[in-house]
């Protein structure tokens, strides 16, 4: 007897999870791995976070909140944004998620209907295009290089033919760690708004960057349309904690929370209440933000004497992503033989852009400086 499968779930992996899962093989077996290819903070959470949990562990009931988060917790992100960038954000418009993924879920199944025209950079993060595939949204991959900074812009959206009803846009992005200017983000999100295309603005990476902060969507005047969408897991390091949030326009509002209601009932409590703490831990956080430049500095020092020298420009997150293009067409054998022959774990390129991916890889140097500079030796004596 034969069983219908639904299509929809039918997409390409995370390439990445399959690259940790060889690392981790290996591991078991008794190899010296490093990690380059994991896109997470290294070590605990901070330690008010930790603290926090503790103490609601035994003086709370932990059950559901809202389905929106905490008010306590959308006060505190409004505070956020009064704090960080100046503006003011109505904490009615934030929503608390579970994770960034699931805001991104939310977003896309609020704002876009199945036929609908996404634009989504190549290379970029790979679950906005296989999310909208299984939502049956037609993600159009827009092929973004060192003419634009590795970023859509407003005048590269201006070039794609056919009616767009979105994009999503991530500055920091990921695989790069390239950035829009904040004259480039306002000319986007008005773009935006006089076109009638939904911009959905990933701004995980915020506070991770070096030499200019992130501009950010949420607040904007010129852009009350726009969905912004932002995680505790990078710049706060709390990856499995599981907690992001949204800022949402008016429109969407509503349509949001019930759709939040009905998949997720509400976000983890425990994870909320500790996260209102880590608004009070910027000193360590900024303490990691500096590692990661030192880790950065360490890579763009060595990696162009092991032969990674075609970067792109790494103004924020923890990633370098390289073209490899002269010494390989297939860069998912290529890290799989790094892998194998050193011990280093990066991830190839095709789990970021199915159009050049096979001639790119992305290293992440979210871990320690030692790993950093161990990787950085074996890489120079590998030979290709």
């Not at 929809?8 to 999870?17: E, Q, T």
């Not at 704002?111 to 993600?139: E, H, M, W």
């Not at 297939?330 to 001639?359: H, I, K, W, Y």
């Amino acid at each position: 007897m034969s069983f219908k499968a639904a299509e929809r779930g039918a997409i390409a992996p995370f390439i990445v999870m399959d690259v940790m899962r060889a690392a981790a093989a290996r591991e078991a077996q008794g190899a010296d791995i490093i990690h380059l290819e994991v896109g997470q903070p290294s070590g605990q959470a901070p330690s008010g976070v930790r603290e926090a949990a503790a103490r609601a562990v035994g003086a709370e009931p932990l059950g559901y909140t809202l389905a929106l988060g905490r008010d306590s917790l959308r006060e505190a992100i409004a505070r956020h944004y009064r704090q960080a960038y100046g503006r003011s954000v109505a904490p009615e418009r934030i929503c608390v998620t579970t994770g960034s993924s699931a805001g991104f879920l939310l977003a896309f199944l609020a704002a876009f209907a199945p036929g609908d025209r996404v634009a989504v950079a190549a290379p970029g993060y790979p679950a906005y295009r296989n999310i909208l595939q299984a939502l049956g949204v037609d993600c159009v991959l827009v092929p973004v290089g060192p003419d634009s900074r590795w970023q859509i812009t407003a005048q590269v959206l201006a070039r794609i033919e056919g009616k767009l009803d979105g994009v999503v846009v991530a500055s920091p992005s990921n695989p790069t760690g390239s950035m829009l200017s904040a004259a480039e983000v306002a000319e986007l999100a008005a773009w935006c708004e006089s076109n009638g295309v939904r911009l959905i603005s990933d701004e995980i990476y915020h506070g991770i960057t070096y030499g200019r902060a992130a501009a950010t969507v949420a607040g904007m005047a010129t852009s009350p349309h726009a969905v912004v969408i932002n995680s505790f897991s990078k710049y706060y390091a709390m990856t499995g904690w599981r907690l992001g949030w949204m800022v949402l326009p008016e429109d969407l509002a509503r349509s949001v929370e019930c759709l939040a209601q009905n998949l997720y009932i509400s976000p983890p409590t425990l994870s909320q209440v500790a996260a209102e703490a880590v608004f009070d831990c910027l000193d360590e956080l900024e303490a990691r933000v500096a590692a990661y430049r030192a880790n950065r500095d360490i890579l763009l020092n060595a990696l162009p004497e092991a032969g990674f020298d075609r970067l792109a420009p790494s103004d924020g997150a923890f990633y370098l992503y390289a073209d490899v293009s002269e010494r390989t067409e297939d860069s998912r054998e290529f890290c799989a033989r790094m892998l194998a022959e050193t011990g280093v774990a990066c991830t190839p390129g095709v789990d970021f852009d199915p159009l050049e991916g096979r001639r790119t890889l992305r290293f992440s140097y979210a871990g320690s400086a030692e790993h950093m500079a161990e990787a950085a030796k074996r890489l120079k004596a590998w030979k290709t």
